[in-house]
T-cell receptor, first 114, second 112 residues
Framework: DGGITQSPKYLFRKEGQNVTLSCEQN?????MYWYRQDPGQGLRLIYY???????QKGDIAEGYSVSREKKESFPLTVTSAQKNPTAFYLC?????????????FGPGTRLTVL | DAKTTQPPSMDCAEGRAANLPCNHS???????VYWYRQIHSQGPQYIIH???NNETNEMASLIITEDRKSSTLILPHATLRDTAVYYC?????????????FGRGTQLTVWP
C-alpha cells in the first residue's frame, strides 16, 4: 500500500528536550511538507522540500529544523527553542508532475511537552 | 494569508445534500480551487479541485461561479462519516512551491 507514515502517533517530552518526528512516504513524490495545527485552528506550514537535499522555511520555521537526505524521508526536529511546541504535527507529500498535484497527508503526530 | 472565507460551521441531515460555500474574491487567473476535509485527529484528505468548470468525482461536486469569486462543494447524500472540517483553498497547480494555505475551514456536522 502506498502512503505516508508518521511515527509515533503520540509523543511526550519534557520541556527543553529536542524531539524528532518521523515522516516516510513510498509514493515516489518529490515534494514533502510539515504543518503544525493547534486546537480549533487551520494548518500552518513549517518547512517544505521540493527535492532531495533542499528545503525552504515556511511561515513558522523558528524553533524547528528538517533534513531531506532521502526522497522518502523528511524528519522534523522540534528544538528547545520552540516556545510552544505542544501541537498536532502533519506531514504531507505531493508530486507536481501528477495531474492532480494534490497533497497527501499522514495520520499526524500529537506532541505534548510537559 | 487567508485567501478564502468560509462559514465556521454548518449542519446537515443524513441523506440530504450538504452545500458548503466558499468565497475567494481575490483569486487570480491561474489559481485553482481545492477542497480538503479533516476528520477529527486525522490528516486532511483531498476531495476535489477545479479551475473554472464544474467538477464531479466519486466524493463530491464542485460548482464554481462564472466570475470565479466563489464556489460550492456539494456532498450529494451526506452520511455520518462526512462529519469533518472542510477546507476551501486556492493555489497554483503545478507550481514549484506547491503551498496550500489552510484556514479554519467549515465544521460540517451530519446528524441522523
Amino acid at each position: 500500500d502506498g502512503g505516508i507514515t508518521q511515527s509515533p502517533k503520540y509523543l511526550f517530552r519534557k520541556e527543553g528536550q529536542n524531539v524528532t518526528l518521523s515522516c516516510e512516504q513510498n509514493l515516489n513524490h518529490d515534494a514533502m511538507y510539515w504543518y503544525r495545527q493547534d486546537p480549533g485552528q487551520g494548518l500552518r506550514l513549517i518547512y517544505y522540500s521540493q527535492i532531495v537535499n533542499d528545503f525552504q522555511k515556511g511561515d513558522i520555521a523558528e524553533g524547528y529544523s528538517v533534513s531531506r537526505e532521502k526522497k522518502e524521508s523528511f524528519p522534523l526536529t522540534v528544538t528547545s527553542a520552540q516556545k510552544n511546541p505542544t501541537a498536532f504535527y502533519l506531514c504531507a507529500s505531493s508530486s507536481p508532475l501528477v495531474r492532480t498535484d494534490t497533497q497527501y497527508f499522514g495520520p499526524g503526530t500529537r506532541l505534548t511537552v510537559l | 494569508d487567508a485567501k478564502t472565507t468560509q462559514p465556521p460551521s454548518m449542519d446537515c441531515a443524513e441523506g440530504r445534500a450538504a452545500n458548503l460555500p466558499c468565497n475567494h474574491s481575490t483569486i487570480s487567473g491561474n489559481e485553482y480551487v481545492y477542497w480538503y476535509r479533516q476528520i477529527h485527529s486525522q490528516g486532511p484528505q483531498y476531495i476535489i479541485h477545479g479551475l473554472k468548470n464544474n467538477e464531479t468525482n466519486e466524493m463530491a461536486s464542485l460548482i464554481i461561479t462564472e466570475d470565479r469569486k466563489s464556489s460550492t462543494l456539494i456532498l450529494p447524500h451526506a452520511t455520518l462519516r462526512d462529519t469533518a472540517v472542510y477546507y476551501c483553498i486556492v493555489g497554483i497547480r503545478g507550481s514549484t512551491l506547491g503551498r496550500l494555505y489552510f484556514g479554519r475551514g467549515t465544521q460540517l456536522t451530519v446528524w441522523p
